[in-house]
């Protein structure tokens, strides 16, 4: 069971280049989200998504896309890269019924945007 | 919207000794959720414990164990005989329990640092 796995583990993106976040889940969760992490800041949500073709923003979706045409998978997409996007990104999932006892997380993708 | 504050940027015990991380929040709701994670150097997120708003009973999960204070939003987290492998950083986090695809709102973390 691999429960929540992401990736790349680390990326180094130029300014203004487009990459995606892959975030795949094995145990199916309806709710899947994307956090990003900066110093001092905690975690933040930035999209959240409840089944395939449903997703909706968070706290700080400016600069991101995403989609979910399967319950396994939430990519997260930077369409221009900025460095104010320099961030630990996690994705996190669980089923609806039981999202108050916790959300499973990933490992995590260090994204560095120069 | 509902906040959450740990005031402790940092945090230092000595081994085998108990520590308290400190959490507050603010919320108009009365039905909700609230968690400890442990972000150790791997990144990685992990559960420690978490509370139920309705409950008056405080949570405990072995050397872990909370101070729950909801008329004072207070919820502070106690570990007792502190090891090293308790040093990371601890996110306090509330979800409101109504909403079905609301997320987690997190404090900006406490890092615990054990002193051998």
């Known amino acids: 069971n691999a429960g929540v796995t992401q990736t790349p583990k680390f990326q180094v993106l130029k300014t203004g280049q487009s990459m995606t976040l892959q975030c795949a889940q094995d145990?199916?969760?309806?709710?899947m989200s994307w956090y990003r992490q900066d110093p001092g800041m905690g975690l933040r949500l930035i999209h959240y998504?409840?089944?395939?073709?449903?997703?909706d923003q968070g706290e700080v979706p400016n600069g991101y896309n995403v989609s979910r045409s399967t319950t396994e998978d939430f990519p997260l997409r930077l369409l221009s890269a900025a460095p104010s996007q320099t961030s630990v990104y996690f994705c996190?999932?669980?089923?609806?019924?039981?999202?108050?006892?916790?959300?499973?997380f990933g490992s995590g993708t260090r994204l560095t945007v120069v | 919207a509902q906040t959450v504050t740990q005031s402790q940027p940092e945090m230092s015990v000595q081994e085998a000794e108990t520590v308290t991380l400190s959490c507050t929040y603010d919320?108009?709701?009365?039905?909700?959720?609230l968690f400890w994670y442990k972000q150790p150097p791997s990144r990685q997120m992990i559960l420690v414990i978490r509370?139920?708003?309705?409950?008056?009973q405080n949570a405990t999960e072995n050397r872990f164990s909370v101070n729950f204070q909801k008329a004072a939003k207070s919820f502070s987290l106690k570990i007792s005989d502190s090891q090293l492998g308790d040093a990371a950083m601890y996110f306090c986090?509330?979800?409101?329990?109504?909403?079905?695809?609301?997320?987690?709102?997190f404090g900006k973390g406490t890092h615990l640092i054990i002193q051998p």
């Open positions: 996190a999932s669980s089923r609806l019924e039981t999202a108050n006892y916790g959300y499973t």
């Open positions: 145990m199916n969760h309806e709710y």
């Open positions: 998504s409840v089944g395939a073709g449903i997703t």
């Open positions: 919320t108009s709701e009365s039905d909700y959720y």
């Open positions: 509370q139920e708003a309705y409950k008056q």
């Open positions: 986090a509330y979800r409101y329990s109504g909403g079905g695809a609301d997320g987690l709102t």
